[in-house]
């Protein structure tokens, strides 16, 4: 819509070209979306739900663990010698790729900038007066109107009834008496106060046409609804503040339309430039005389960089480039375009063992360290699978205390299947305390903050179920299943239609165009 609420089919079509769509692909998406609303609301009220298959999910959700944990760290395990120069030397050349410095190259983005010229923009009288007289309207427009009708079926009864009004006959006894509309008939015809675009736009026209209470519509006005006459009953004015800020974007609009030209011809220049190979250099000084440009540096860029404008664009740019040419334009927002020069290249380097060589031993020391962990984790979780498989009754906290590491013992109770998980478990090897039964321990040496564990089921346990948390996973079972029929069901609208949905444009666009629709 414009800024006076009407629906602006130019507009409408604008936004659509913006999403790369067309009215029909729009308008298809936006009958699935309301399709898969009401959809929904069906599914819900028909209570899909299989009350046994519910009973297993609340109970699998709720369900509890008791776990004990083995934990060994570097002390549980003999003093590691230093890493030798040999293994330091080899390590070096197994892992070149990783002592690399990334390429780094020094950017010159010339920034041209629509806003930056729209501010340098002088206005004529003519064209001040022009945006203050239609900020005045747009701030006129956005405020309430109330008024009161009466609904008649064909033209010559409007006319009848426009005749009785202006010689003097009472409006609301008239409306009491012939008007159709239910809704503000026994009111005397009142329909409240409204904004402009509540109103079907040739009722919201004459409204806002009416210059004081108690004026009436000069003729009858026609809708999809029938024939009204229309008195204005109540006038707002707007604010000083929101005439002010009308006044300003009426303003800000004229200057734009008056820049657009200059910054288009700003970027034919720079491109026409580009295409007979000048450099960045001589391009800036062909603008010197000009406004609405700047050159931005960013030395030192890697591919990895986070740039304070343009984002991944720019770095796409600037690292697809060859760096003896100026990029095409990268469009930074929709008032700025850039093109992005090389200044300076650093390729990759290859780092020296020299370079590296300290930590280098850092990491083979780590290494070491966790594999000997991890060795001597597994010799014990060997000794209590071949225990459990002689029926042996022995636990991980025996184990523990055969090896002199009792200490290295600590319980986790009551552990939920779902929220997080208790440190130091991860939710992954949370999920697979469930998956074992009550007396096992997890098949695999377990990595954890610090070192390694072993994890041992010592119980497991079905706590009650409060009657707010029932409610709440019912709810939640409820709403996967329904999105999942939901679902089949679209994909096989879309596949019939031939119509692929991409939701993130979509809401982009319903939340854009919706009301202008309408």
């Not at 006038?235 to 005439?243: C, D, E, L, N």
Request: hydrophobic share 40%.
């Amino acid at each position: 819509h414009d800024a006076s609420g009407q629906f602006d089919p130019n507009i409408y079509r604008t936004v659509l070209s913006q999403n790369n769509l067309t009215r029909s692909e729009f308008e298809a998406q936006v009958r699935l979306d309301l399709m898969g609303r009401q959809l929904q609301e069906l599914l819900t009220s028909l209570k899909l739900t299989d009350p046994t298959a519910l009973e297993r999910f609340i109970t699998l959700s709720t369900a509890t663990r008791t776990a004990q944990l083995l934990t060994l760290t570097e002390a549980d395990v003999p003093p590691l010698p230093a890493p030798t120069a040999e293994a330091i030397k080899d390590a070096y050349q197994d892992r070149q790729a990783d002592f690399l410095t990334p390429e780094k190259r020094d950017l010159d983005v010339l920034v041209l900038d629509l806003n930056t010229l729209q501010q340098a923009v002088t206005l004529s009288a003519a064209d001040r007066a022009s945006a203050v007289q239609a900020g005045e309207a747009a701030a006129a427009a956005t405020v309430q109107r109330c008024a009161r009708h009466i609904l008649v079926a064909d033209e010559a009864t409007a006319q009848k009834t426009l005749a009785q009004l202006k010689a003097g006959g009472d409006f609301a006894t008239i409306a009491k008496t012939l008007s159709q509309d239910p809704g503000s008939k026994s009111q005397g015809g009142d329909l409240g106060c409204f904004d402009r675009g509540q109103m079907v736009p040739a009722f919201a026209e004459a409204v806002w046409a009416l210059a004081q209470p108690g004026d009436l519509s000069p003729a009858p006005v026609k809708t999809d609804f029938g024939w009204h006459l229309i008195q204005l009953t109540k006038r707002a004015s707007p604010t000083p503040a929101a005439v002010q800020t009308a006044i300003a974007d009426a303003i800000a609009q004229r200057q734009q339309s008056l820049a657009e030209p200059e910054f288009l011809n700003l970027q034919n220049q720079v491109e026409e430039a580009i295409a007979g190979g000048s450099d960045m250099a001589t391009i800036t000084a062909g603008l010197a005389n000009h406004d609405g440009w700047r050159v931005e540096k960013f030395p030192n860029t890697t591919v990895t960089s986070t740039l304070p404008l343009g984002g991944q664009a720019l770095l796409q740019a600037a690292f697809s480039l060859d760096p003896a040419t100026i990029s095409a334009p990268v469009r930074l927002s929709p008032t700025q375009v850039a093109y992005v020069g090389i200044s300076r290249v650093q390729p990759q380097r290859q780092l020296s063992l020299a370079e590296v060589e300290a930590e280098l031993t850092t990491t083979l020391a780590a290494e070491a360290l966790q594999q000997a962990l991890r060795d001597r984790a597994s010799a014990l979780l060997t000794q209590r699978t071949q225990a459990a498989a002689t029926g042996s009754k022995t636990t991980l906290a025996d184990l523990a205390a055969a090896q002199g590491l009792a200490a290295r013992l600590t319980t986790l109770n009551d552990i939920p299947r779902t929220g997080r998980p208790p440190e130091p478990l991860t939710q992954a090897q949370r999920d697979r305390l469930f998956q074992v039964k009550p007396g096992d321990v997890l098949p695999s040496v377990e990595n954890v903050p610090g070192g390694v564990a072993l994890v041992e089921v010592v119980s497991a346990a079905q706590p009650a179920v409060s009657a707010a948390t029932r409610q709440q996973l019912t709810e939640a079972y409820t709403t996967n299943l329904t999105n999942d029929v939901i679902e089949l069901l679209l994909q096989h609208t879309r596949a019939r239609v031939g119509v692929e949905v991409f939701p993130e444009v979509m809401a982009r666009a319903i939340g854009t165009n919706t009301a202008a629709a309408e």
